[in-house]
């Protein structure tokens, strides 16, 4: 039966972006369905102020809808349309970035809903949670105070994490391009930032999140490695495959691997519109 592949966006990021990849998987006759986590999409703020002429004061201090929202109300809702989902067959549950968080959540509580899961360069926490991983070697290429250059606000006092994406600092866009899509153009950057919103939520979760060796890890998964991704670097992405193995070992990582940037595949996604093709004649 044809399987449902089920979209999860990262960080400060949405649906929307994954417009272009569920069209070629849809012209390779794939189902598809990409998530607004809660806060997300249409549900997000977009202050005034962030419109232009921008006003940077009024920015930093106006409140924002994803303020509270925390992990278990991201994996819940995920988990409300993983139900939805399977009732019409195999579920393949995809996840970028810190979507991987919010997939690993749901598929510690509701193992029977997915699959596989595929983690595209994504979180999956094991050993660690997700925010100590930035203190640990294989991070150590990754600058937080340059991506920090764009900050709207305190995130203690809004309660959320808000970044100016439509900035025309050039050394705050010449982070987020190194960061995010240093192998695309100038164009496609500003169009990848333009589908961002300004918000995020501020939990990542606990140690009681990580994944769990009773559900999650018998769930079969795919690991899909950047290999250009200089925000989530190699050497981390195969840190998480290596911790996921040593947690489920008869149950290891199928490890593939895309060239390109964070950003890449889902600006140029028929490379992996094939590969997830692949993964659904597993199932």
Do not use: C, W
């Given at each position: 039966?044809?399987?449902?592949?089920?979209?999860?966006?990262?960080?400060?990021?949405?649906?929307?972006?994954?417009?272009?990849?569920?069209?070629?998987?849809?012209?390779?006759?794939?189902?598809?369905?990409?998530?607004?986590?809660?806060?997300?999409?249409?549900?997000?703020?977009?202050?005034?102020?962030?419109?232009?002429?921008?006003?940077?004061?009024?920015?930093?201090?106006?409140?924002?809808?994803?303020?509270?929202?925390?992990?278990?109300?991201?994996?819940?809702?995920?988990?409300?349309?993983?139900?939805?989902?399977?009732?019409?067959?195999?579920?393949?549950?995809?996840?970028?970035?810190?979507?991987?968080?919010?997939?690993?959540?749901?598929?510690?509580?509701?193992?029977?809903?997915?699959?596989?899961?595929?983690?595209?360069s994504a979180w999956c926490p094991v050993d660690l949670d997700a925010n100590d991983y930035y203190a640990e070697p294989e991070m150590a290429t990754v600058d937080p105070a340059s991506l920090a250059l764009a900050l709207a606000g305190d995130p203690a006092r809004l309660?959320?994490?808000?970044?100016?994406?439509?900035?025309?600092?050039p050394a705050a866009l010449a982070a987020f391009r190194a960061a995010f899509l240093a192998d695309g153009t100038e164009d496609e950057l500003l169009a990848f930032l333009n589908t961002f919103q300004p918000d995020e939520n501020l939990d990542t979760g606990t140690s009681a999140d990580r994944a769990q060796a009773a559900t999650w890890g018998r769930i079969p998964k795919t690991f899909v490695r950047l290999a250009d991704d200089a925000s989530l670097p190699l050497a981390l992405q195969d840190r998480l495959i290596r911790e996921g193995n040593a947690l489920t070992p008869d149950n290891p990582y199928d490890v593939r691997t895309l060239a390109g940037s964070h950003l890449k595949w889902l600006t140029d996604p028929a490379p992996a519109a094939r590969l997830l093709g692949e993964l659904a004649a597993l199932q």
């Open positions: 039966m044809q399987p449902t592949f089920v979209l999860v966006h990262g960080a400060f990021a949405n649906s929307f972006s994954f417009a272009p990849l569920q069209a070629e998987l849809g012209l390779l006759g794939h189902r598809s369905v990409a998530v607004d986590l809660p806060g997300h999409g249409f549900a997000a703020t977009y202050p005034r102020a962030y419109q232009a002429p921008q006003d940077p004061e009024e920015l930093a201090g106006t409140p924002g809808s994803i303020k509270g929202v925390t992990l278990a109300d991201n994996a819940a809702h995920l988990i409300g349309i993983l139900e939805r989902a399977k009732r019409n067959g195999p579920v393949i549950l995809v996840s970028h970035s810190r979507g991987g968080i919010t997939a690993t959540a749901a598929a510690n509580a509701r193992p029977e809903l997915i699959d596989r899961i595929v983690y595209v309660g959320l994490l808000r970044v100016n994406f439509r900035t025309a600092d």
